[in-house]
């Protein structure tokens, strides 16, 4: 599943691509031929990312909101693009790129207020600039659930998977078992600000890579698939050299090494 960095990717990119002139907006699918309808000739005003959600804004007060889920996808392509297959949801078409959108979780058209109504269910998003950290904070303070488990949850901080989880908290040397209330507030400040660097980094990047250029010691082009992480899916440590330890914590595995994140 994407994680957080992507969708703001996608969204800065869309908003080059699309706002400001009417698009054209088509359906392969039957379920939303009506919804691509009520798009087609719209101008598109913005495009919002919130953690793993992203909302386009149109200019009649609709609001397409879009989770891609596991197997969703957006494709970018020239203009005028080709012949739409079966498995697209939404073809929205600008001026110069077209934007393709298949497989996702979510894809509806909703008013201002439902937009509200899922962004007061997310927590704070690390890479908005309106965030208030202390809403995470006060979660975790308030929980006896590890932060391992804390991290994943969309109510508690929105746009964090697997990856990041398993990489921020090996960074700021926190063991992903430990219960949310037992992480003091500098370890918390540490956390938050490591989130909003790495999420950063992986808009500029566009890939999941935590280490720092003197660590990778080549271009990120030039990275096997998976490398220039400390921790996911590692062998060792990426920071001490100790072997990694590997569980399960909500159903995904996780890795953290004992030296570094002492429990
Ligand atoms: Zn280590």
């Known amino acids: 599943m994407p994680e957080g960095h992507t969708i703001h990717r996608l969204a800065r990119d869309q908003r080059r691509d699309l706002v400001g002139a009417p698009l054209g907006a088509s359906s392969a699918q039957e379920r939303f031929v009506g919804g691509a309808a009520r798009l087609d ?24 909101h879009v989770h891609l889920g596991l197997i969703g996808k957006w494709q970018r392509r020239p203009s005028p693009p080709p012949l ?17 959108l298949s497989g996702p979780m979510v894809c509806r ?27 995470m904070w006060s979660r975790l303070q308030r929980s006896d659930k590890p932060v391992g488990i804390l991290l994943m949850e969309q109510d508690v901080v929105a746009g964090i998977g697997n990856v990041y989880r398993s990489e921020l908290l090996n960074i700021v040397g926190i063991d992903p078992r430990r219960a949310g209330r037992a992480v003091t507030r500098d370890e918390f400040d540490a956390l938050w600000a490591e989130t909003v660097r790495q999420l950063r980094l992986g808009v500029r990047r566009n890939k999941i890579v935590t280490m720092s250029p003197a660590e990778l010691g080549r271009p990120i082009s030039r990275l096997a698939r998976g490398a220039g992480r400390y921790a996911y899916k590692q062998e060792a440590c990426g920071r001490c050299g100790t072997p990694l330890d590997v569980f399960p914590l909500a159903g995904r595995r996780t890795w953290a090494c004992r030296a570094c994140q002492p429990r």
């Open 41 to 64: 000739g719209q101008v598109l005003r913005r495009v919002e990312p919130w953690g793993k959600h992203l909302f386009q804004w149109y200019e009649s007060g609709d609001v397409l």
């Open 84 to 100: 739409a297959v079966g498995e697209m949801r939404l073809r929205l078409e600008g001026p110069e790129r077209t934007w393709d």
């Open 109 to 135: 058209i909703v008013t201002p207020d439902d937009r509200d109504a899922v962004v007061a269910r997310l927590g704070p998003d690390p890479l908005r600039p309106d965030a208030d950290p202390d809403r």
